[in-house]
């Protein structure tokens, strides 16, 4: 069965702090994709992130980073040097290459980033 | 801005009520999907089209309903609306149909009294 967790429901930082958003995965696809999304007070979905399974390479987008371990079914998010502007939900998501399109969202981790 | 529009931004009806949300991929985008976000269900996959042609279904009630239009627009018809049905709907459109990334609209809040 297809699942995403994030057993973080809420974490509040102070600015400057380095924080690291938790989602786990599970599935029996050996093909498939793990995406970030932000969800800002205004309620879009903003995409961040995209990974295929085969490519298990961290990736560094300015203060953003992702860490992909199969080997715990794993794709955490770290912000460094957190800001007031990364307050927002933020949803880890699934999709696999066999069972359509969709996007298996987890339940979401609220963060908030006090000055 | 991710070049998906939705109308309306908030829609406002009462039970028994049938409503049309609308949605508009990005330029290119062939296929289009509608998700659901509610505080008990979370985001939840309704139902996906390709080029017009249903591809997938998710969770979608039958009360629900879905089209794409030639000009790749798409319309979620929500009818015989329950307390229940009050959530943000989104819609979201990407390249392909692989799971290439989605890129979702702004939403439209339904609340239903």
């Known amino acids: 069965a297809q699942k995403v967790t994030q057993a973080q429901t809420e974490i509040s930082v102070v600015e400057k702090e380095d924080v690291t958003l938790d989602c786990v995965y599970e599935?029996?696809?050996?093909?498939?994709?793990l995406f970030w999304y932000k969800q800002p007070p205004s309620g879009e979905l903003v995409f961040l992130i995209r990974?295929?399974?085969?490519?298990?390479q961290n990736e560094i987008s300015g203060r953003y980073s992702w860490n992909f371990q199969k080997s715990t079914s794993s794709f955490n998010f770290t912000i460094t040097a957190s800001q007031v502007v990364d307050s927002a939900v933020y949803f880890c998501?699934?999709?696999?290459?066999?069972?359509?399109?969709?996007?298996?969202f987890g339940t979401g981790t609220r963060l908030q980033v006090f000055p | 801005d991710s070049g998906v529009t939705q109308t309306p931004k908030h829609l406002i009806t009462a039970t028994g009520q049938r409503v049309t949300l609308r949605c508009s991929p990005r330029?290119?985008?062939?296929?289009v999907y509608w998700y659901q976000q509610s505080l008990d269900q979370g985001l939840q996959f309704l139902i996906q089209?390709?080029?017009?042609?249903?591809?997938a279904k998710g969770n979608i009630l039958e009360r629900f309903s879905a089209q794409q239009f030639p000009d790749l627009h798409s319309e979620l018809n929500l009818s015989s609306l329950e307390l229940g049905d009050s959530a943000l709907y989104f819609c979201?459109?990407?390249?392909?149909?692989?799971?290439?990334?989605?890129?979702f609209g702004p939403g439209t809040r339904l609340t239903v009294l």
């Open positions: 979201a459109s990407s390249t392909a149909p692989r799971p290439y990334e989605q890129f």
């Open positions: 599935t029996r696809d050996t093909t498939y994709y």
């Open positions: 330029s290119g985008d062939l296929s």
């Open positions: 998501a699934l999709s696999e290459a066999g069972n359509t399109d969709k996007l298996i």
């Open positions: 990974r295929n399974s085969f490519d298990e």
């Open positions: 089209y390709y080029n017009g042609e249903e591809r």
